[in-house]
């Protein structure tokens, strides 16, 4: 196991990804030349990705921080983020041992055809799996936790891929992120929910902004007028000052930078996969299967409503940790990978960020309260590893360890009750036999209910590599 974490520690995504998208082409039968092709244009693109969130983030996080202090939030809990949750759930023994075991199962349940999603492709996002699986260990000493998290998550990523892999352009790809999937179904109903009531007549999109704005509704200018406006809020105090105003312009630019560099980026990582995507199509026509390679969420960040969506929710989380009763937690390292946690709904709102980030808030609650009940255990295991509790905070929490489905499945396994635990399995055993017997049907239907007006994504038109 100690070998597995070295790898995993050695070689990130932008080498583990090429590797797996090579074999894959080889075992496809595709050309030795566009399997290397693939291979490289895949790191290339993950290198990208990298880059733009590696310096966006150092921009963003000052002007969260000020948000959060001019908010005046004095509760017990402070949100650590995902960087620091991944740490704790891959420096636990019993964490180690899940990797080993989760990977060979994966690739046990791809192979039986179990799953259409080859999810070991994204490896490193297993460490919410990890997390979870942990915490249970740690409580009840039972090991199933993270074997029936990732059945549910794989079911979710195969019943969301072909929205995700049509809205961002990224043919064969699809999330699996525990932390993120774990929300499709709330998703999904919300999604159904809001277009029976009419939200998507208010579709505003970069697309319809574009329309009616003219050059303002670019999705560059929007990126600069979204950060300008981030910058004002972050900075209300102390507008009279020089650096204020720096930071300020620092931050439009950079947001403008972003929804600019992104798409031609994702353009580079979505023709590594055209081979892949080529030898597929031949393949159903022979009767073969449809599947689809798990990819980091950081494929979707930069997309322009998605980007909006993810810095629009701020000020909203904010308010929700003031407001809601019952909530016992800071967000503060969420705050800026909102983009993330957006993916999803925008993807199923087909780019209209109002209905996505109405989405967003009604989720964003539930994990308030989710992330308040499964603290102190989170903090348990984070002194346990040796983390250090922030100054002025009795306990910690990552928002990776607060979705609500993971949650709620822990909860019930919590109580030891054979009935409730049970009743868990079979309600995974009736979704997962309902979406066999009825793909296509359900995949319509999803599709029926994504208002079909954007028409620019992140990874369209990209490059022959043939």
Same mark, same amino acid.
């Given at each position: 196991m100690e070998i597995l974490q070295k790898i995993m520690n050695t070689f990130g995504a932008s080498i583990f990804v090429p590797v797996v998208i090579f074999i894959i082409c080889l075992v496809m039968r595709i050309s030795?030349?566009?399997?290397?092709?693939?291979?490289?244009?895949?790191?290339?693109?993950?290198?990208?990705?990298?880059?733009?969130?590696? #310096?966006?983030?150092?921009?963003?996080?000052?002007?969260?921080?000020?948000?959060?202090?001019?908010?005046?939030?004095?509760?017990? @809990?402070?949100?650590?983020?995902?960087?620091?949750?991944?740490?704790?759930?891959?420096?636990?023994?019993?964490?180690? @041992?899940?990797?080993?075991? *989760?990977?060979?199962?994966?690739?046990?349940?791809?192979?039986?055809?179990?799953?259409?999603?080859?999810?070991?492709?994204?490896?490193?996002?297993?460490?919410?799996?990890?997390?979870?699986?942990?915490? *249970?260990?740690?409580?009840?000493?039972?090991?199933?936790?993270?074997?029936?998290?990732?059945?549910?998550? *794989?079911?979710?990523?195969?019943?969301?891929?072909?929205?995700?892999?049509?809205?961002?352009?990224?043919?064969?790809?699809?999330?699996?992120?525990?932390?993120?999937?774990?929300?499709?179904? #709330?998703?999904?109903?919300?999604?159904?929910?809001?277009?029976?009531?009419?939200?998507?007549?208010?579709?505003?999109?970069?697309?319809?902004?574009?329309?009616?704005?003219?050059?303002?509704?670019?999705?560059?200018?929007?990126?600069?007028?979204v950060g300008f406006g981030l910058g004002i809020i972050g900075n209300i105090t102390t507008l009279s000052t020089i650096a204020s105003w720096g930071q300020i312009l620092t931050t439009a630019i950079t947001t403008s930078a972003v929804m600019a560099i992104f798409p031609k980026i994702g353009s580079l990582f979505a023709s590594s996969f055209s081979s892949i995507t080529a030898a597929s199509q031949k393949s159903m026509q022979k009767g073969g299967r449809e599947w689809y390679v798990a990819v980091n969420d950081a494929l979707g960040y930069g997309e322009a409503a998605t980007l909006t969506t993810g810095i629009l929710m701020i000020p909203f989380a904010l308010i929700l940790a003031f407001i809601l009763p019952g909530n016992i937690i800071v967000p503060v390292m969420c705050l800026t990978g909102f983009a993330y946690d957006s993916e999803i709904n925008i993807a199923l709102a087909d780019g209209n960020i109002f209905k996505a980030l109405l989405m967003d808030i009604c989720i964003f609650a539930g994990q308030l309260y989710i992330g308040s009940y499964f603290a102190p255990a989170f903090t348990r295991i984070a002194r346990e590893v040796g983390v250090q509790m922030p100054k002025g905070s009795l306990m910690v929490i990552g928002f990776v360890a607060a979705n609500i489905t993971m949650g709620l499945i822990t909860i019930a396994f919590l109580t030891q009750n054979p009935i409730i635990i049970g009743a868990v399995v079979i309600l995974y055993l009736v979704q997962f036999l309902y979406y066999k017997k009825n793909k296509n049907k359900v995949t319509d239907t999803i599709e029926k209910y994504s208002d079909y007006t954007a028409i620019r994504k992140v990874g369209t038109n990209t490059p022959d590599i043939s």
């Open positions: 030795l030349k566009k399997a290397i092709n693939s291979a490289i244009l895949a790191g290339v693109g993950l290198v990208g990705f990298s880059m733009i969130t590696d #310096y966006f983030t150092p921009v963003i996080s000052p002007v969260v921080d000020k948000m959060v202090k001019i908010a005046h939030l004095n509760l017990p @809990v402070l949100d650590i983020g995902w960087q620091a949750t991944a740490v704790i759930a891959y420096s636990t023994k019993i964490g180690m @041992v899940f990797i080993g075991l *989760l990977l060979v199962f994966q690739i046990f349940l791809f192979a039986i055809r179990w799953t259409n999603v080859f999810m070991p492709s994204d490896l490193w996002n297993n460490y919410s799996l990890i997390l979870w699986g942990s915490e *249970l260990f740690l409580l009840t000493k039972n090991m199933w936790l993270a074997s029936m998290l990732m059945l549910v998550c *794989l079911l979710y990523a195969e019943v969301i891929a072909k929205r995700w892999s049509t809205y961002y352009g990224y043919p064969q790809c699809t999330l699996t992120a525990p932390h993120q999937v774990g929300n499709v179904p #709330y998703a999904l109903a919300m999604n159904w929910l809001f277009s029976k009531i009419g939200v998507d007549k208010i579709n505003i999109n970069p697309e319809t902004i574009q329309k009616k704005l003219g050059f303002l509704g670019d999705p560059m200018l929007i990126g600069f007028i």
